[in-house]
């Protein structure tokens, strides 16, 4: 069992990813990195011969198979809404913190309160939208519309709220903050 578990949460080119590697760089050996899509894209790797690397990338290439990732996984949550967030903790190893790069619904939020409790922190990266856009984001309808992208913008329960807008924080800044809520680990 993980003593401390860390869901982060943002819109897309929020930076997730960014910040996540940030604090896996600096936690080491402490910490792993889990994601709930890992699962859902090694399925589509696998059904329609894509490059998983690619799709695990923050590139261009996972975009156009955002869609279709999205409906199929939905389709699945409706039956199990913790199987992809099962899936990816499956594979974790004992590692004291875990750090979850990709929470997005409310109901990821309640698999892990539900299983872990008062191990999880919360914590949601926002940044503006000139910034997003110069980090990549161009908002298509079925993605930036729908749960994937809008089930949390109504969520007020956070631990932390972390301001990733370019001339914002500086990433030292945001890592403080972050191991601010490790304390007594
Ligand atoms: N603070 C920052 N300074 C400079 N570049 C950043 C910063 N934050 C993010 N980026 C860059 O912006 C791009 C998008 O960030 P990232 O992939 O982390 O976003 P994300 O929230 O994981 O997006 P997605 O949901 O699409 O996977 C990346 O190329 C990343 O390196
Ligand atoms: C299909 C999906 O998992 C893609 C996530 O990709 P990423 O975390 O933005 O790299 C989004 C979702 O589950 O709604």
């Not at 990813?17 to 994601?35: A, I, M, N, R």
């Not at 699945?76 to 997005?104: H, N």
């Not at 409310?106 to 940044?127: C, L, M």
Request: net charge negative; with cysteine; hydrophobic share 35%.
């Amino acid at each position: 069992m993980p003593q401390i578990i860390l869901l982060f949460s943002g819109k897309r080119k929020s930076g997730k990813d960014f910040l996540t590697t940030h604090l896996q760089k600096l936690l080491g050996d402490k910490c792993e990195v889990l994601k709930i899509s890992q699962p859902i894209k090694s399925h589509w790797a696998k059904e329609k011969n894509l490059n998983l690397n690619e799709l695990l990338g923050d590139g261009e290439y996972k975009e156009q198979y955002r869609l279709d990732m999205i409906n199929w996984s939905d389709e699945m949550r409706l039956q199990d809404y913790g199987y992809f967030c099962r899936i990816a903790c499956q594979d974790a190893t004992e590692k004291p913190i875990w750090i979850v790069s990709d929470i997005r619904r409310k109901t990821d939020i309640r698999w892990f309160k539900e299983k872990y409790g008062d191990q999880i922190r919360t914590i949601r990266i926002v940044a503006d939208e000139d910034t997003r856009k110069k980090r990549g984001f161009q908002f298509k309808s079925g993605v930036d519309d729908v749960a994937s992208e809008c089930n949390l913008d109504d969520y007020t329960d956070w631990d932390l709220v972390i301001d990733n807008s370019e001339g914002k924080q500086e990433v030292e800044e945001q890592l403080s903050s972050i191991l601010g809520l490790l304390s007594g680990l």
